[in-house]
């Protein structure tokens, strides 16, 4: 049963543009969430996280945003750059428990 | 060494045949991670480490999987009787401590195919 959803496979958008990637969760224990980003052959790197304390936290283009009450979070990437192409992997955990549980991932393409 | 280190990072290997997947944490890192990743799926949790306390093992697919780590370095991925379903990329990753809090530093996988 997957407890972290990434519904949406791939996005495409145009250079300078606005990057939304959208995650949901299952599980309101989670308390602390992750985006990390993956290009081929390569491991999946930590790009920005957020505790359930705060609603929004902000690390230059990137921001995430926290919707406790819907159990959703969104990375928001602007302007994107064609270097932003790549996968991104949102992630969930309990401040007690062992592991982080992943999305499936969205294929983001940045067009120049 | 200044990341995780995974090797090899390409195997192929036929039905039925044993491999082992080694992974080299960041140093100082007490805690060691390992998630796989089918075709089109998710991270899915398989193992965790935690200094000298006893392996969270509750993600490991079958008994086929065991995994060791010898003090808080180096751990080895073993898969017996491969099948073709454990064709995946296997990822480690480690991080300064348990639970959550911390964000991990993945390496960069070894794609493992059945064939």
């Known amino acids: 049963d997957q407890q972290v959803k990434q519904n949406s496979p791939s996005l495409s958008v145009q250079e300078g543009r606005i990057s939304i990637l959208n995650c949901d969760y299952t599980?309101?224990?989670?308390?602390?969430f992750l985006w990390y980003k993956k290009y081929p052959a390569e491991g999946p790197t930590f790009l920005i996280s957020?505790?359930?304390?705060?609603d929004k936290n902000e690390d230059g283009r990137f921001t995430v945003f926290l919707n406790k009450s819907a159990k959703h979070l969104s990375l928001h990437i602007v302007p994107s750059q064609p270097g932003d192409s790549a996968v991104y992997f949102c992630?969930?955990?309990?401040?007690?428990?062992?592991?982080?549980?992943f999305g499936t991932g969205t294929s983001l393409t940045v067009i120049p | 060494g200044a990341g995780v280190s995974q090797s090899p990072s390409n195997k192929v290997t036929e039905k039925g045949k044993d491999v082992e997947l080694r992974c080299d944490p960041i140093?100082?890192?007490?805690?060691l991670y390992w998630y796989r990743q089918r075709l089109g799926q998710g991270l899915e949790f398989l193992i965790y480490?935690?200094?000298?306390?006893?392996?969270?093992k509750s993600g490991l697919p079958s008994d086929r999987f065991s995994a060791e780590r010898t003090g808080e370095s180096v751990s080895t991925l073993t898969i017996q009787r491969t099948q073709q379903e454990d064709s995946a990329v296997y990822l480690c990753?480690?991080?300064?401590?348990?639970?959550?809090?911390?964000?991990?530093?993945f390496g960069s996988g070894t794609r493992l195919t059945v064939v």
């Open positions: 990753a480690s991080s300064l401590g348990g639970g959550s809090r911390y964000g991990y530093t």
């Open positions: 599980n309101s224990m989670f308390d602390y």
């Open positions: 957020i505790s359930s304390i705060k």
């Open positions: 992630a969930a955990g309990e401040g007690t428990g062992n592991q982080f549980y």
């Open positions: 140093s100082g890192h007490t805690a």
């Open positions: 480490f935690q200094g000298n306390s006893a392996p969270d």
